[in-house]
């Protein structure tokens, strides 16, 4: 599909200081803007200056939620190549998140070849200070100017970049996450799965919470007895108990997370026995009592590994690995930043070169 181009008046300057980016704050030039009209699919996609775009007081996505979102990032490696990581793998999720919120399914490579283009035209925003990247955010909402409820007929896919610096300035540190036992994220049969707006609205009041506590994150439990692990946020979890490693199972209401199965693979790779299963919050306990619990670590594309050093349910608070980074999960954190910033040899054929 040919992909329209309609140039910026003035281009913005780049950050002066890439170590000062912070997340989310800034954006490129440009982005990429794909219609979709029931009858004609998506058509006409196109590379315009960013900024507002007009929608109905009335769109439906305003109303009853029906959005989707991804997330990824791009990266510059030393011998300055842009490059992806398992890209297509997004794009996949993307349509399981558009299948569950009836949204049409949106090809694989046309999604692709669209952020393909829009990465030649932003190439030089990728920055190259020290963990820090492009992160790129593609999402569809609803657009209809209509009030029922039912799935909209117009849609927009979007793709905005935005320069994002190291998630961890001084290290990898610890976090402190709360389990939170009174309101739940996602149900099975549910849309955990999917990456939808609405389930981060869901989880605003829990993470609200564990502020007012100083904690920095929520660990949710499942949503009908509040007894099994789910996630935490916006990252996926994972344990280490006597050398094993585990992590939740998928079952509906986990969002299945790229660097999760990333981890699950590399573990897998060095030999390691790792388990996806039903985990109660009392067995960590248990484990923790017995002086069994080795490691916890958070799996995300923000923070790639994210050790967690404090874990409070209810009035104990477990301190682990005496709130240092564990073997495994430095170990991890180094092969997987490695493979993104070209740093190490990419052994599993997960990078995509931005030519
Ligand atoms: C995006 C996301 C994750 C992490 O997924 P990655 O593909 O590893 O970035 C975990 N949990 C939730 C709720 C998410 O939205």
Redesign the pocket.
């Known amino acids: 599909m040919e992909i329209k181009f309609t140039k910026a008046e003035t281009l913005k300057a780049k950050p002066a200081d890439e170590t000062k980016l912070g997340f989310g704050q800034v954006f490129t030039d440009y982005m990429l803007v794909m219609p979709y009209d029931e009858g004609q699919g998506w058509h006409d996609p196109e590379i315009r200056p960013y900024g507002p775009i007009e929608l109905a007081p009335a769109a439906m996505c305003l109303h009853y939620g029906q959005t989707v979102f991804?997330?990824?990032k791009a990266y510059r490696t030393a011998d300055d190549k842009i490059q992806l990581f398992r890209p297509m793998?997004?794009f996949k999720?993307l349509n399981k998140s558009n299948e569950r919120l009836v949204i049409p399914e949106l090809d694989e490579n046309l999604a692709m070849e669209c952020l393909m283009e829009l990465l030649k035209v932003e190439k030089d925003w990728v920055p190259s200070a020290d963990g820090a990247s492009l992160y790129i955010r593609p999402y569809i909402f609803a657009v209809d100017p209509f009030l029922g409820v039912k799935p909209g007929a117009h849609y927009l896919f979007m793709i905005i970049l935005s320069p994002s610096g190291a998630y961890y300035s001084t290290g990898l540190n610890p976090v402190s996450i709360y389990v939170e036992n009174k309101y739940v994220?996602a149900v099975r049969g549910g849309m955990?799965f999917a990456?939808t707006g609405g389930?981060?609205a869901a989880?605003l009041i829990g993470q609200d919470e564990a502020h007012k506590q100083n904690y920095s994150q929520v660990l949710w439990l499942d949503g009908v007895e509040q007894k099994y692990i789910e996630?935490?946020?916006?990252?996926?979890i994972f344990f280490v108990i006597d050398g094993e490693v585990v992590t939740p199972e998928l079952q509906g209401s986990?969002?299945?997370?790229?660097?999760?199965?990333?981890a699950i693979e590399v573990c897998k790779s060095w030999g390691m026995k790792v388990s996806e299963r039903r985990i109660s919050i009392q067995e960590i306990s248990d484990a923790y009592d017995a002086g069994k619990l080795q490691e916890v670590f958070g799996?995300?594309?923000?923070a790639v590994i994210s050790p967690v050093g404090h874990l409070k349910w209810g009035d104990k608070v477990m301190e682990i690995n005496n709130n240092e980074i564990g073997e495994i999960s430095q170990k991890l954190y180094d092969t997987m930043t490695g493979i993104q910033w070209g740093k190490i040899e990419d052994t599993f054929g997960w990078t995509v070169e931005v030519k």
């Open positions: 991804e997330g990824m793998e997004n999720r994220r955990g990456k389930n981060y989880s996630e935490v946020g916006a990252m996926n986990i969002l299945p997370g790229i660097t999760r199965k990333s799996t995300g594309t923000a």
